[in-house]
Nanobody, 127 residues
Framework: QLQIVESGGGLVQPGGSLRLSCAASAFTLDTYAIGWFRQAPGKDREGVSCISSRSAWPKYADSVKGRFTISKDNAKNTVYLQMDRLKPEDTAVYYC????????????????????WGQGTQVTVSS
């Protein structure tokens, strides 16, 4: 059974950093695009970032560009989201998801294209 597990969330002060991890099991990331998404209370789930199967073409939402960095470690079958200079508006449950896409760029706007989702990890940015 394909499975994704996120970890690394927590409480951090504004301006701080967190690194989220997305570990995949029962499939390898070299044929999947991985996206990070978030959902704040009362809001729709939104795409934050994605990385293609070949780790090319990382993409970021304008709201996180320059502050978040997505990366992938194929040896560990894990994708990371390094989040720096965090803001209170970054507070949300963060989800990782996979879409089978052996080639080509990823699309973090296309939530419906992602068919394997993790359970989410809470990120709270507050003083």
């Amino acid at each position: 059974q394909l499975q994704i597990v996120e970890s690394g969330g927590g409480l951090v002060q504004p301006g701080g950093s967190l690194r989220l991890s997305c570990a995949a099991s029962a499939f390898t990331l070299d044929t999947y695009a991985i996206g990070w998404f978030r959902q704040a209370p009362g809001k729709d789930r939104e795409g934050v970032s994605c990385i293609s199967s070949r780790s090319a073409w990382p993409k970021y939402a304008d709201s996180v560009k320059g502050r978040f960095t997505i990366s992938k470690d194929n040896a560990k079958n894990t994708v990371y989201l390094q989040m720096d200079r965090l803001k209170p508006e970054d507070t949300a449950v963060y989800y990782c998801a996979a879409e089978r896409r052996p080639s080509g760029p990823c699309y973090y706007h296309a939530l419906d294209e992602y068919d394997v989702w993790g359970q989410g990890t809470q990120v709270t940015v507050s003083s």
